[in-house]
């Protein structure tokens, strides 16, 4: 019999970025789709395959009958209901930080370690966050080639990633310094911020408009930020490499939607940029953008809505040996989240 997929927090933003990718497969290994969510969206009807869906409330008898359950919620709603849903029976693909590091949960990038899926004690697979997730089928592909080393990573992250407020603060900022002239004095962006009655108070800890803002997420010790240390620790389980050295800089920049990294991977072996390229170019789910004489490059404005990883400005460090520089710009809002949380699902299926 087919299986049946629950979506919990379907009327959510990854939740909606789920169902769109689920209306745009062309075949899907289904039988039911469930739609979850809160009390306050249970009720709501959404149209998913052509067919309405009637949400239904978060609840436990929500999850029987499921085989897949897809968690798209905060990590405590996460923490508190994916245990529910691997009780009833389910699997449960989390896309929230709840379970990550638990040595008893996968971390799973289909295309990176599939295998992983089987292995889950708790009935529960966790989805690695979007900054960590934007670089992993370039860097697993590498890794499987010439094995990976040292990894030295600054991120350029989308406003997309502190959600819907982070979406909605950019475009204030941007519409309360456009035309302004202004960027020209120092604390004129916050001035301008200021006048046009935004609060002080922003989920980026500065002006982001006309600006970059070395912080994101949440402080941590020794000046390390939770994003930071979330990019070592989930590196290193997903390409299995306990003791892989890693050092990241995470940096909120002014674009909506899409996460790019500059990466600064150090091998066992010597790995050319042709042998990269190559590499690149079999992983379906890489688009490999590097024409350096033609200024052809990938950038997060060209990627938004895109389900690939877009890989360019593949170097050959010059004082480095083994070392390869390049540069990678991922959807958070797909492969960062709904969509590999889906290709797990689906990865399941098979
Ligand atoms: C961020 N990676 O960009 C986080 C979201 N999960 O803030």
């Known amino acids: 019999m087919?299986?049946?997929?629950?979506?919990?927090?379907?009327?959510?933003?990854?939740?909606?970025?789920?169902?769109?990718?689920?209306?745009?497969?062309?075949?899907?290994?289904?039988?039911?789709?469930?739609?979850?969510?809160?009390?306050?969206?249970?009720?709501?009807?959404?149209?998913?395959?052509?067919?309405?869906?009637t949400v239904v409330e978060l609840a436990p008898e929500a999850f029987d009958g499921v085989d897949i359950a897809l968690f798209d919620v905060p990590d405590e709603v996460s923490a508190q209901w994916a245990p529910v849903a691997a009780e009833r029976g389910a699997i449960a693909v989390d896309n929230s930080g709840a379970f990550r590091m638990d040595p008893e949960v996968p971390l799973v990038v289909p295309e990176v370690n599939a295998e992983k899926a089987n292995e889950r004690?708790?009935?529960?697979?966790?989805?690695?966050?979007?900054?960590?997730?934007?670089?992993?089928?370039?860097?697993?592909a590498l890794h499987r080639e010439?094995?990976?080393?040292?990894?030295?990573?600054?991120?350029?992250?989308?406003?997309?990633?502190?959600?819907?407020?982070?979406?909605?603060?950019?475009?204030?900022?941007i519409a309360a310094v456009a035309g302004k002239g202004v960027g020209?004095?120092?604390?004129?962006?916050?001035?301008?911020?200021?006048?046009?009655?935004?609060?002080a108070e922003t989920p980026f800890k500065a002006p982001l408009a006309l600006n970059v803002v070395p912080w994101a997420g949440s402080r941590k010790d020794d000046g390390w930020t939770s994003e930071e240390l979330k990019v070592r620790n989930e590196s290193r389980k997903i390409l299995g490499i306990p003791d892989l050295?890693?050092?990241?800089?995470?940096?909120?920049?002014?674009?909506?939607?899409?996460?790019?990294?500059?990466?600064?991977?150090?091998?066992?072996?010597?790995v050319t940029v042709e042998q990269a390229h190559r590499l690149f170019e079999a992983q379906p789910t890489i688009v490999l953008q590097d024409d350096h004489d033609n200024g052809v490059f990938p950038t997060p404005a060209g990627v938004v809505g895109e389900d690939p990883t877009y890989v360019g400005r593949v170097r050959q460090a010059l004082d480095f040996p083994n070392t390869?520089?390049?540069?990678?710009?991922?959807?958070?809002?797909?492969?960062?989240?709904?969509?590999?949380?889906?290709?797990?699902?689906?990865?399941?299926?098979k």
């Open 2 to 53: 087919a299986p049946t997929l629950a979506i919990v927090g379907a009327t959510g933003a990854v939740g909606t970025v789920m169902i769109d990718i689920i209306n745009n497969r062309e075949t899907v290994p289904w039988g039911e789709i469930r739609l979850i969510a809160s009390a306050r969206s249970a009720g709501k009807k959404i149209t998913v395959r052509g067919q309405e869906h």
């Open 121 to 140: 004690p708790k009935g529960i697979i966790a989805n690695p966050n979007c900054t960590t997730l934007s670089m992993m089928a370039a860097l697993g």
């Open 146 to 173: 010439f094995g990976l080393r040292e990894l030295v990573v600054s991120s350029y992250q989308a406003a997309s990633g502190a959600g819907q407020e982070g979406i909605d603060r950019l475009q204030a900022e």
């Open 184 to 199: 020209e004095r120092a604390g004129d962006v916050a001035e301008a911020l200021a006048a046009a009655g935004l609060p």
């Open 245 to 270: 050295k890693v050092s990241a800089t995470c940096v909120r920049v002014p674009v909506v939607t899409t996460h790019s990294l500059a990466v600064h991977a150090t091998f066992e072996r010597e």
């Open 324 to 349: 390869l520089d390049f540069f990678v710009c991922g959807d958070n809002l797909r492969k960062g989240a709904a969509l590999n949380t889906y290709e797990i699902a689906e990865t399941l299926a």
